[in-house]
Each structure stands twice: as structure tokens, then as C-alpha cells.
């Protein structure tokens, strides 16, 4: 991607945050000099991966195959720990009509999407054979709506209005994407610790973090760009 496509898509995204009146911290508006300057005070930030998260999934095509995201907290999926480590996380995603992520299940996290505000959010469901990770295109698919338990057939959808969530355990494939013609959603995501380097499973292999061609200066740096301290 283009680090000019990156920063128009990042300038949109707040705008749909600032529209729904979700705010994000001051860091998140940070510039490069910024975070050149920034100490070890920001080591959380830096080691959780937090902030903003953009992808196109190596597709080229973002407005089809993509995503943008912040991830407000995150704690380690190590044995890093003390008394202030975090065993939780919480994102926020800007959900394009139509813009797909791609299959996948996790081997760990256990998360609740939910429909914080916009359009409508379609799930689409199946479980994953544990044996071999394949596609169970037969087997219905259980899941919690707000508390509320629905079983769907494979490949079954799920769609959730404003203000309704989904719980996805480990080993259930899905992918969700905003409903055509009802506008952009902004998903929220509270979730076991996020490890993105070791479990997505894809159904199709896919690249989790984008090639990015430097046209322009960043405008925010993304998650896996921050500088040492």
C-alpha cells in the first residue's frame, strides 16, 4: 500500500469516530517527531502493539479486502508479567459497506464483537475441525448473542444492528463485513490477550501487516512502527 492511501484512509477513520463519539486517547494522535521523542514511559504502547492497525491483507484492494483499527489495551501473550499486566483487550475497527476480513479463527482468543454504532455488522460462521484446521461445511454453528445462545448452520450469517454483540470462541471460523447501502460500522472488540503474530489462522494464508511504499511522510505511525525508546 501506499503510505498516501494509508494516511487518507487513517484521516477517514477518525472522522467516523468522531462522528460516532468515540474517542481515542491523545497518543493516538502522535506524529513520527512525536514518538521519535518518546521515552520509556511509552513502552506499554510499544510492546502491546497498541494504536492504529491498518491492513489490506496483501489484497491491494483495500475497500474490498481490509481493515482499519485501534487497539486501545492489550496485554502480553507471553509470561511477561507483574502486578499492573493486563489478561484482556479492547479494539475498535472501521467497517467499510462490503469491505471483507478474511476467514479466520484463532487458536486462543475467545472475543465478543460488538456493533458499537453506524450500519448493520454481518458475521458469517463455521467451525473448524480440530484436527486438521479444515472448514466444517456441515456441522451447525453455536454462538452467544448478548447473552442470548443461536445456532446457525454452516456458513450461516449472523447480523448484528447498534448495540448488539457476538461471542466467537476459539477454533470457530468467521468473517463479517458492514451491510451494503447502510453505511460504515464501528465494530468494537473485547477479547483474551491479542497475539497476531502467532494466533490467526487464516483459512486462505494471507499477510497480516501491509507492504507500504513511503510516497509521503506517515501521518500517525502504525502499530508495528514505533521506534525504540
Avoid at 480440530?130 to 442470548?148: A, C, H, Y
Avoid at 463479517?176 to 483459512?203: C, I, K, Q, T, W
Wanted: contains cysteine; charged residues 30%.
Amino acid at each position: 500500500m501506499k503510505r498516501s492511501e494509508i494516511n487518507a484512509h487513517l484521516r477517514e477513520a477518525t472522522g467516523l469516530l468522531n462522528e460516532g463519539n468515540f474517542n481515542l486517547p491523545p497518543w493516538a494522535f502522535w506524529t513520527p517527531d512525536d514518538w521519535a521523542a518518546a521515552g520509556p514511559e511509552a513502552d506499554e504502547i510499544r510492546r502491546r502493539a497498541l494504536g492504529w492497525d491498518l491492513t489490506d491483507f496483501g489484497s491491494g484492494d483495500f475497500d474490498r479486502l481490509g481493515l482499519v483499527l485501534f487497539t486501545l489495551r492489550n496485554g502480553p501473550a507471553d509470561a511477561d508479567r507483574d502486578d499492573m499486566t493486563k489478561d484482556y483487550c479492547e479494539k475498535i475497527m472501521v467497517i467499510k459497506p462490503e469491505q471483507v476480513t478474511p476467514i479466520h479463527f484463532h487458536w486462543q482468543k475467545m472475543e465478543d464483537i460488538i456493533n458499537r454504532s453506524g450500519g448493520r455488522l454481518v458475521i458469517e460462521l463455521w467451525n473448524a475441525r480440530r484436527e486438521d484446521e479444515s472448514r466444517d461445511e456441515k456441522s451447525d454453528v453455536t454462538v452467544s448473542i448478548d447473552g442470548i445462545r443461536r445456532t446457525v448452520p454452516a456458513g450461516g450469517k449472523v447480523v448484528l444492528a447498534p448495540g448488539e454483540s457476538i461471542c466467537l470462541m476459539p477454533y470457530m471460523y468467521h468473517t463479517f463485513y458492514a451491510e451494503a447501502g447502510r453505511g460504515a460500522v464501528l465494530a468494537g472488540e473485547v477479547s483474551r490477550v491479542n497475539d497476531d503474530e502467532h494466533d490467526n489462522r487464516f483459512f486462505e494464508p494471507l499477510p497480516r501487516f501491509p507492504e507500504i511504499d513511503e510516497d509521503e511522510p506517515p501521518l500517525h505511525l502504525l502499530c508495528n512502527e514505533y521506534p525504540s525508546a
